[in-house]
Nanobody, 121 residues
Framework: QVQLVESGGGLVQAGGSLRLSCVASGRIFSISKMGWYRQAPGKQRELVADITSGGSANYASSVKGRFIISRDNAKNTVYLQMTSLKPEDTFAYYC???????????????WGQGTQVTVSS
């Protein structure tokens, strides 16, 4: 199967920066879309940003201009560079990948374990 492991979350002051990373491992044949979502307790999980295999990125309006999503296909990794952080960016962040496995060749959605980002005022 495939496992996604996230890192990079933590506590940061408003205006600061964090870089989230998510690496996939396992029987990976290809990965189409990668993305980042965030979720507050008791709330729906919402899209932050995603990126296609060709590098086309999409952002939520609330983070546009502050966050940058990128991917390294050779490393099966997606990043989220977060700058100008605000207290309202405080969420658990989850990475997502649409992975086609090699054995058997089957597409599936995979999620990371979540990493907490807390922004203080």
């Amino acid at each position: 199967q495939v496992q996604l492991v996230e890192s990079g979350g933590g506590l940061v002051q408003a205006g600061g920066s964090l870089r989230l990373s998510c690496v996939a491992s396992g029987r990976i044949f290809s990965i189409s879309k990668m993305g980042w979502y965030r979720q507050a307790p008791g709330k729906q999980r919402e899209l932050v940003a995603d990126i296609t295999s060709g590098g086309s990125a999409n952002y939520a309006s609330s983070v546009k201009g502050r966050f940058i999503i990128s991917r390294d296909n050779a490393k099966n990794t997606v990043y989220l560079q977060m700058t100008s952080l605000k207290p309202e960016d405080t969420f658990a962040y989850y990475c997502y990948m649409d992975v086609t496995t090699s054995i058997p060749p089957r597409p599936n959605d995979y999620w990371g374990q979540g990493t907490q980002v807390t922004v203080s005022s």
